[in-house]
């Protein structure tokens, strides 16, 4: 996820490995130990997040560093949060019972986490960092615990995945856990504009999780077929005349680009949605979320127009990326990627 999710995938050499991962946990949880008042404790977490968020995404880490200091931390510890499960389920080369029992362990330390007073009362029980960080965050905002859970239960699915009949069947039992969610965490930290467009800023989110999520899957299409896992709908490739049995096959590619396009262009509905409520959200995160929308917009499009989505993964340049954002705003980009 990028993810989201940016819950989109990070190119395999940017990944971690299952050890550092564990290595760089630990530290961040002695660091943590060391630091007082709890606050700060948090902020040592918060810190090892960004540093999570800019290894495994260009993007999302750009257009985040428009939003205010506190709340961009907040994002960055949600992002830890959601990364490391995507990345258990996605990367790590374990067998199915191995992916299962370490998402099983991290559900627990939230769990646990749930019942535990404080930070250093969860860091010393050793649960992660990054899930006691993101507890304190729910209680903070108002996250739903079970919403949290709705995006593991997601994650679980893609360690034994199974196909989609229709859009709404994607969305309601995989896209809502795996990207709506975490949208959903989102508006919280960002806020409304007023008590009364809470609404507006959820259903804005919710429209962009899911854009977010079928642009994602529409960037890898063949690789996630190699790991058993079909995200078009089985009613759009019947309809298309694509069997799933050989996607990688020759003869199916331009039947295949019709139905990624067809997803495209329901993709580029829900950015358009969710950029007209964006007014919903506080003015001082109304730049980052259109940020993210221009940014990943213009990447769903360049997957909706080419001839080579299929065989070559698309991305946004650097230039593009650069015009899309606000130009008030530029002087931020440099100083972001001296961050990374």
């Keep these: 996820m990028e993810g989201t999710g940016e819950t989109v995938a990070s190119p395999a050499s940017a990944v971690w490995s299952p050890d550092r991962w564990v290595r760089f946990q ?17 902020l040592v977490i918060a810190r090892a997040a ?21 709340k961009r931390r907040r994002v960055e510890v949600i992002y830890a949060a959601v990364r490391y499960p995507d990345e258990v389920v996605d990367s790590f080369p ?3 019972e191995e992916r299962d029992a370490l998402l099983g362990r991290w559900r627990e330390d939230f769990e646990r986490a749930l019942v535990v007073d404080s930070l250093e009362q969860m860091l010393r029980s050793g649960i992660s960092p990054f899930v006691a960080a993101f507890t304190v965050l729910t ?5 739903p615990p079970d919403e949290y859970r709705a995006f593991l239960d997601a994650m679980g699915r893609d360690i034994r995945p199974a196909p989609f009949a229709t859009l709404d069947d994607l969305i309601e039992h995989y ?6 969610v975490v949208g959903l965490f989102l508006a919280r930290v960002y806020g409304p504009s007023a008590p009364d467009r809470m609404d507006d800023a959820i259903q804005s989110s919710r429209d962009l999780g899911i854009a977010l999520q079928l642009t994602n899957f529409l960037r890898d299409v063949r690789e996630d077929w190699r790991r058993g896992r079909v995200y078009i709908p089985l009613d759009i490739l019947s309809e298309e005349g694509v069997g799933i049995a050989r996607l990688d096959d020759p003869a199916q590619e331009e039947p295949l680009l019709r139905a990624v396009r067809r997803l495209a262009r329901a993709a580029d509905g829900y950015y358009r949605r969710a950029e007209e409520s964006l007014d919903a959200f506080s003015p001082d995160c109304r730049i980052a979320i259109e940020a993210c929308i221009r940014v990943y917009g213009a990447l769903n499009r360049r997957i909706m127009d080419s001839p ?10 650097f230039a593009e990326k650069w015009r899309v954002l606000p130009p008030s705003k530029y002087w931020r980009l440099p100083l972001a990627l001296l961050e990374r």
Excluded: N
Aim: charged share 25%.
């Design 26 to 42: 630990d530290e961040v949880r002695r660091r943590a130990l060391q630091a007082r008042p709890e606050a700060a404790a948090w």
């Design 50 to 70: 960004r540093r999570v968020m800019a290894t495994y995404t260009t993007s999302f880490y750009l257009v985040s560093r428009f939003l205010p200091l506190q």
């Design 94 to 96: 374990f067998p199915p």
């Design 139 to 143: 209680r903070e905002t108002g996250i």
């Design 175 to 180: 896209v809502y856990g795996s990207a709506v």
């Design 308 to 317: 080579d989505s299929l065989r070559v993964r698309q991305s946004v340049p």
